[in-house]
């Protein structure tokens, strides 16, 4: 057995100040969308467009390139991508990162999803040098969100990791700032920067993931990564598959609850009743959004008080 394949591996890992493992790898990804109704009830979409997932797009780079990363400003390509779903502009980008820096080794996608559970899978290549894998996956519909993973690295110590399981979580591009799933579109001026949604941030009750009662949301979706041993002689193109009734992950979809919000009280009106006596006058409001999943029930949508009688009869 030659030594100098290994032996140039270790060398350039040490030249480059990182880890070193020998040779390529072949990784299979899939990403598993775990957007349920159950676990999201609040504004959950059902049409025009229905809960759905983009196509993945990813890379295969080295430490000086970075496809997105949380606290910085999205490229334009990212940007396009995030609010609209056109995937063209950010393929051009990591494509000349490729070309121009040598730090984009290589270039992949997965299929769409057409509902917000389901699965979509593909292959990458990973290498010494690139042996870090990022990529972004849009939330439909949304105004700017997305999932994703930031410069994920394959190779721990001098060995590429057999298998990497991710829990994934919504982030806000930082371009549009709409509220909720289906906000027109309004830009941010000037940009943000790329910020994670949680239960309670953005802290607005418009927001279409605000759950004052979690700590933390539910994983929106997930991420599987397995070290192939050997590479197939012919990969057909990666397909969709939706879940199945007795599928593990829609058996175990968690629930989360959704208290009843209701708007603010409307004004008094006119107070009426007999002459010489007390008289009564009432305001109401009505429900924003219906409980869910054992949520708090709404309250009392009325409410009388005594009062004395502006023309009495």
Request: aromatic share 10%.
């Amino acid at each position: 057995m030659d030594p100098r394949p290994a032996l140039w591996a270790l060398l350039l890992g040490q030249a480059l100040g990182g880890p070193a493992c020998s040779g390529p790898a072949r990784y299979s990804l899939t990403f598993i969308g775990q957007w349920s109704q159950a676990a999201f009830p609040k504004q959950y979409p059902l049409f025009r467009p229905p809960a759905q997932w983009s196509e993945l797009l990813g890379a295969a780079h080295s430490s000086d390139y970075s496809l997105w990363r949380r606290g910085a400003y999205v490229s334009a390509g990212l940007r396009e991508f995030a609010e609209r779903g056109e995937a063209w502009t950010l393929m051009r980008e990591m494509e000349a990162a490729g070309e121009a820096l040598q730090s984009v080794r290589t270039v992949f996608s997965a299929p769409a999803l057409p509902s917000g559970t389901g699965r979509s899978a593909t292959e990458l290549e990973v290498h010494p040098r690139h042996s870090l894998v990022s990529f972004v996956v849009r939330i439909v519909p949304s105004p700017d969100w997305f999932v994703g993973v930031d410069s994920l690295a394959l190779c721990e110590g001098s060995r590429w990791r057999e298998q990497v399981a991710l829990d994934l979580r919504p982030y806000d591009a930082g371009t549009d700032s709409g509220f909720t799933f289906s906000s027109p579109n309004f830009a941010t001026v000037p940009q943000d920067t790329v910020t994670e949604i949680t239960a309670s941030s953005p802290s607005h009750p418009a927001n279409s993931f605000f759950y004052p009662r979690l700590k933390a949301l539910p994983p929106i979706a997930k991420v599987t990564l397995v070290r192939m041993r050997h590479r197939a002689q012919a990969f057909p193109p990666p397909t969709p598959q939706l879940l199945g009734g007795d599928n593990e992950i829609g058996d175990n979809a968690p629930e989360t609850p959704l208290d009843c919000e209701v708007s603010l009280w409307s004004s008094w009106g006119l107070c009426g009743g007999p002459c010489g006596q007390l008289g009564s006058k009432s305001r109401t409001r009505f429900v924003r959004v219906q409980p869910a999943n054992r949520g708090a029930p709404c309250p009392e949508l009325q409410e009388e008080a005594q009062c004395t009688p502006d023309n009495c009869v």
